[in-house]
């Protein structure tokens, strides 16, 4: 449920849903987004933990305008055409952002992907098959279009390579503001195909008006979108209008009601009929566009990924309907929002006034615990004497902070590091990832664990010098069993993001220093790590190739949101994390905010309670 709301005189959106997934998905596409220069919301505060109250919540800033389903029919042709080459814009920024190579709808984590789109594009198909047999408005004729479709455009299917966009650009969520784009709302998900589809889905919002044929014409013309793409583009704004109409009679995403429409059906009918009737104006066949490239959009250099942040464990309910970019039919009602009676805690006592704040938190709250330590002792045994190496140490590190642990030599820093990283097991005491207890874990539940979620950088650098730099990094992936296909593409993604594409088939024992700890970072990130772990990085390279080093890492904190810990003896390398743990004598002996001491920007994004 989302809810418009004026705070001190300032416009907010309240987002409230039992299940935190689909805010997640606006916890990673908006920092993307706004990476690209695209105006979208900020997140004002968030809780998607459901720990506080049995809901998550998001608070965003509203952003000026109506939809442009709203105000399409008062805009002028010039103003059309230049809101036109604005997403035009926005598909060309997003066509630099790698995916995993495959398709469907991206929320907060990418469970509902699959291999292929042919299979994706099939698999809507029939979904909507029966929401029509259902409510009785499919048809012979519709029936046969799908098949005809999904049998004559099979070819190029399956020739299709996933590309990342913005699949809800069409009738809603592109903000108007005096005739001009203002900014994109509602950034639940990303979509992982073919963007001719969205294109096609634009197309097929206004088809038959002015304002329609001349917004939908402008978006092609700022692509430069060939004849053929073109004729693509008609076939998805088909294959849409056909969903739309199999959708009348469907609540989206609740149930199927049964109550038609006859007037809209009538009407959408019509428009399938001008849209087929426009498909087969055009002899070529769906085989000559097979070469064409997706979108004719030059090239530019790869930007992060969308950090993928998993829900909570707990069980859900899937939707009813389909979560796919192929669909995005008009929603015809909403579910009623029964918010729960929430008793405030036996010790609860106002705040004082003074102490009180009028408006909302800046900054983000944090989303959740990525790491924590609670008692945590190590004690080593030698000759029959124990020495204490860390004594009852209580620590929360959160998703995206960056965090530097500080100390001198026998401090009990990377005793520290190796326990939260599970390489170590504590003498007392219990370590939580992502709210996980592991210190009762099997050997091969943490191995497990460690591929999964954590990398590694260390100031030795652990590579086999006789084995090259591809197999170096791909190392996590073959012990997880990954196929090569995975291994391939994660790998020239993670030496790309630290400028070593061409240095793949180098032995590692022929690199640079700094070219071996760059090789270290890409083998940390190849898995898509949710916590790297970094222990003296920079520590036998010389001030510039080690200032390089720092910069990556931290670039990666901020642009992928990768949770950074940092063990280090350098007063300037800790200055630029977030938040600044000094051990002493095996214990936490202070924590300081290193935007307090130095006001550096380069800072972890969350915040400890």
Known sequence: EVYSVTIGGRDLIFRLNNEPRFMLGSHNNIPLFKAKGINVPDILAEDLSKTTIPLAYQVQSKIPGKDIGEVIKTL??????????????????????????????????????????????????????????????????????????????KGYFESVRPHTYFGDIASKNVMINEGRFSGLVDLDSLAQGDPLEAIGRIKASWYGTRHGSTYSQAVMDSLGLSAEQRKIVTMYALLNRIFWTLENGVQFNKSTIRTVDREREAKDKHIVDELLNELHGDAKTPEEVVEQPIVNIPETQSEPPPVVVKPPRKPRSKPVLIESAMAVPESLGKPELVLPEIQPPSNFTERPTESRRDVLPADPIPLKIMVEASGLSKTYTSGGVGFNALKEVDLRIYQGECVAIVGKSGSGKSTLMHLLACLDAPTEGYVYVDGDETTTMSETEKNKLRNEKFGFVFQQFFLNGRETVFENVVLPMRIRGASDFEMITNADEALASVDLSDKSDKKAKDLSGGEKQRVCIARALVGKPQVIFADEPTGNLDSNTGAAIENMLFDLNREKGITLVIVTHDPDLSKRCGRIIEMKDGQIVAESRAEEETGNENMGSAKTS
């Open 76 to 153: 002028t042709d010039d103003q059309l055409r230049a809101v036109g080459g604005d997403i035009a814009n926005v598909f060309r920024q997003l066509s630099s952002v790698p995916n995993n190579g495959k398709f469907g709808v991206l929320w907060g984590d990418d469970k509902d992907l699959v291999d292929s789109w042919s299979a994706e594009v099939a698999r809507v198909t029939q979904v909507v098959i029966r929401w029509g047999k259902k409510t009785g408005v499919l048809d012979a004729k519709l029936e046969k279009i799908l098949t005809r479709i999904n049998s004559e455009y």
